[in-house]
């Protein structure tokens, strides 16, 4: 990996005290620039679209040379600048502590049970010296807590050996910030997938963990996905992939890498070898969903990319108006992928996406916001949603894999089963993926992306991306659904008396956590953050509300009485039927032509 001659960047990086949550990082630069060398940490995290500042959680720094100090000074907020060194020949070395308490997958962590990082949140990148080799050394903190300790990456060992404290080393920064790092005495379990070596690491207590069970499902997982993307070679882009798993009390959420996952779950969504039915329950399906997810990404985001993360610039945002495709197309392959894995039938995959169907339907910002201003603007509205996103934004994810479907189920038609949204899918793989690490790659423009559909149909998209990608109409599933014997019912509980609020607790008492436009709550004046008090003088708390509005009838009014902060105020209401969509899907007929559930017909 590294050439004759060439000096790698050198880090260093140790769980320096684990009570404080701080890591210690140092970065050594063999030549630095002549006019002061330049260092900057990374302000968001490829991923996930919103600017974080990491650089916020570096406690102290300095920098030295041959042992004396050297004048640092900070350009802005994740920006320094080293005085220009007197021996030109002299190495410069940075010395940081990292605040590591972020219990996410999207940044650090650090206590006395384990430690996370990912590269964005803890080195510093130097400028001008990002194609140079990357070495880190990963050291066993100095604490009693840490003897038991091990290491999990996809990093590549330079003298380090497989789950051991040592060195690694990356080709360049870019490839160093994309492998995570999770060090604590943990679970672990490998599995090959096509003859690629995939390790399961699960941190956190997790009482009689299925290992064996996970190991099987998700090598199906793999498997069906690397012959997805390389059905004649199945050849997978990797040369090995780390699922890693912080098993929490309450949790949920997932990062994509180049050769690994960074997840956090619920430890009861973990199989257990003390079940006696080995159904998949509703948690397990959700943490194979999303294991199912974010390994699609090592192809499409993390190999795909839109034209502006070739390359990233990670100090401002990137927008794109295709994260519908790459947020929204991995959503829908992902539960898609369970089923042709064999992992769950079509019974269970139609509720999942009725489930989708009704809570794109549930909001009004469908109306108002295309998903490819979604996608834009992540960065301002979806990563920063408030009370009123409901009524303001689409979710590219959930929207993204409907139009997925749409598309998918309308080439399908077009071609009488012979392609499908699939070979759209490859086609992006080969022409901007499959060599985008080793071959200079680069990423797929919207116009590229859009003109694909109508190559691989021969049919033409451009009214179908007015509509539902650039416009805001509802897309009409139950037309495309008919044709491959799919019945598509929306049975809407109007009898229900109900408030068309989105409900919270606060301790022992319901909070509205959202007010939907149009609905009963938002008519009587009622807001997100009101504390609801009473209903006709019977007090209401955070578990009752629905039996009190049993009492009544769709169009009877009822006094509301809510604190808005610490003033108590009264509303009249009026009780509207529940708005909320009850979309079910079933398969009526035999399939007449190839359906989503069954790869099409090319290869």
Known sequence: MMKKNQSAIAYTIVGHDLAAHLFHVSVTVAAPAEGGQIFALPAWIPGSYMIREFSRNIVRIRAESKGEPVELTKLDKHTWQAAPLADRRAPLTLHYEVYAWDLSVRAAHLDQTHGFFNGTSVFLRVLGQEEQPHVVDIQRPQDEAAQDWRVATSLPELKAKRYGFGTYIASNYDELIDHPVELGDFALATFKAHGIPHDIVITG?????DLARLSADLKKICETQIAFFEPKTKKAPMERYVFMTMAVGDGYGGLEHRASTALICNRSDLPTTSAKNKDISDG?????????HEYFHTWNVKRIKPAVFAPYNLQVENYSPLLWLFEGFTSYYDDLMLVRAGLIGEPAYFKLLGKTVGSVLRGAGRTKQSV???????WGKYYRQDENAPNAIVSYYTK?????????LSIRAKTGGKKSLDDVMRALWHRYGRDFYTGGGRGVTPAEAEALFDEVSG?????????????????????????????????????????????GRDGNDCKLSAVHENGAAHGAGLSAGDILVAIDGLRVTATNLDNLLSRYAVGESIQVMAFRRDELMSFDLV???????????????????SGPLRPSASR
């Open 459 to 503: 049919g033409r998209f451009k009214a179908f991306f007015d509509k539902y990608i650039r416009g805001t109409e509802d897309l009409p599933l139950a037309k495309l659904l008919a044709p491959f014997g799919v019945k598509y019912t929306d049975e809407r509980k109007s009898a229900k008396p109900s408030f068309d609020a989105n409900l």
């Open 400 to 408: 993204g894999s409907l139009i997925g479907l749409a598309l998918d």
């Open 575 to 593: 009780l509207q039927g529940d708005r909320v969509p009850g979309v079910t899907l079933t398969l009526e007929s035999a399939v007449k032509r």
């Open 284 to 292: 397990y399906l959700q943490y194979l969903g999303l294991c199912s």
């Open 205 to 209: 207590r997790v009482p009689n963990l």
């Open 372 to 378: 490819a201003d979604s996608s834009f603007d992540a």
